[in-house]
Each structure stands twice: as C-alpha cells, then as structure tokens.
C-alpha cells in the first residue's frame, strides 16, 4: 500500500500544475519595459495607459526604459523575466513583427515567448523637417532627396523602429536614397530635428503634436489614411507623394511565456474597464491617437494580430529591401 501512496504523492508533486497567480494579484508593484528613451512616443502612450490603468487595478505600475538596438534589448530582457505577473513588455510594431525579419540574432521570439494582453490604440506618423528648414512641401523635399542621394538625414529611434521603416519605405517608394541616423528613442531623435542637426523625421502623432503646435516642427505629410484635424491643412502621404502609403504604430502589453491566465485576464478585463472612460479615451484621441474597438484590445485578437503582422513586415521589408544598418 505504502508504494501505491508514495508513486501517487511523487506523480502528484511532479504533476504540471497550471500556474495560477495568488487570488490578491497584483499584491505589489508592476513594472512595464519601454524597450526606448524616455519622453518619446512609446513612453509618452505607455505612461499614459499605466498612470490611468494603476487606478483601476489599484496598484503602482512603474515605466522601465530600457533602451537600445530598435527595441530589441528590453524586449530580450522582457522575454527573459520571471513569467510571475509582475513584469512586462510593452511591445509595437518595430520590436513584435519588424525585427525578426532585420536582426538575425535576435535573442527572442515575438509570438513564441510572449503572451499578448492587450492592445493599445495606434499613432500614425507625421513626416516633420525642423522650423527653419527650407522644405515647405513633400514635393519639395523628395526633389532634393532625388537630386541628391544620401544628402538628406532623417533621425529615427534604432533599426527597426517605426521611425526607421517608414522612412525607409517613404525613400524607396519615392526614388530616393536618404541617410539614417538611428537614435536610442525617438525622444531623442525629435530634439535633433528641432536642433537643426538632422533634415527630417518620421514621429508618431502623440509627439509631434505639441512640437509642431509649438511651431519647432513643421509638419510636411500624414501616414494616415485621411487628414486629420490635430494636423489642418497638412496632407496624406498617399495623396501627396506615395499612392496607398498608410501606415500607423502599433503597440500592447505582452507578458513573458507561461505567466498564469490569471493574470492576464485580471488586467486585460481591468483595461478594457478603462478604456470606456470617455473623458481618458477623448484625450487619446486629441493627441492624434487612433482608438481600436474593444473585440482589436482583447488578448487573443492582438497574439493573432502580432503573428499576423510578423508575415506582413517580412515581405514589406523584402520589397522596400530594407537592411539593418
Ligand atoms: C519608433 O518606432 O520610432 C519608436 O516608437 C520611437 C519611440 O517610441 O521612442
């Protein structure tokens, strides 16, 4: 008998208990990786949802920035943290779906070693040249970037970034050769431009907004796919310079591989609680964010749409041949 109990308690002890996070989870601080600079439009989007998310789930949620390499290196350390609840990625577009297809090292599988939950609202981006530069049109600066190859720096936030590959695209689509000046952030890269150490940038919309208010940017062309009222009287890429050039960033939460469902579910129902709070939501939206709807936010929607997203970019990036450098 005593044998039978013995194989049965040892089977049991070994048994794959599903991970399952305490009842009172979060029971203390969360800490989110921002995988760039502080102050560019990643953080600026990830602080805004942590600040108004901590509310809701009545716990502190701390902004890490680890910056480097496109995203990659916080991304790296993310998918390598304790899969406990309490740490996490906040993963876009660059890192999640670009980046396999330019770094042949990467230390991380976007689909394999993270678990989606949940999406954040996108930013388009704006095409911006600093406040004194001569280039008041699209047409305008494609000339010279024509006329001229390799003349015109555009600072981006590291190989891979949305900053990156949109300029890359934009200077493939419009026959041109451009020099890229790959910063940790695009916090950083935006200050160039506004110094008149660079010509041009690609930045979201929820940071070139103030700048270009401000009068330190001027805002050449939209990657939306219609004008919007944040930026008057600035066109489309597509109706201006490149026929069907619509592009936006994507952002989320991700946790690292096998962090219990729990989990999970606590904050992707927490955050979609948030996000029916009219006065937060209408904030987004007066920084030239793109609100989703609550079926794009859920877990299973955005893992689906990571994996998706990592085919499309592979042959984006083989069309446009855009290289890590
Ligand atoms: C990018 O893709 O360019 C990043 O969003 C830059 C940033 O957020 O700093």
Redesign the pocket.
Known sequence: MKKWIAILATSTLLSPIAAHAADDYPSRAITWIVP??AG????SMARNIANRLSQEIKQTILVENKPGA??TIGATAAARSDPDGYTFLVG???YMAAAPSLYSELRYDPVKDFEAVFRFPDTPLVLLVGENSSYKTIDELVAFGKANPEQLNFS???VG?????VAAMFASKAGMKITPIAYK???P?LNDLMGGQVDAM???TN?ALPQTRGGKVRALGLTSDKRMDQFPGVPTMKEKAVPGFQVS?WYGLYAPKGTPSNVIDTLSSAYQTMMQDKAFTQKMSDQGILLLSDADYAPKAFQQYTADEGKRWAQVIKEAGIKLK
Do not use: E, K
């Open positions: 760039f600079s560019g439009p990643t953080d496109g995203g876009h577009i660059g981006n936030a590291g970034s949305t900053s990156h590959l952030g695009a916090g890269a690609f930045d979201q940071t960033t």
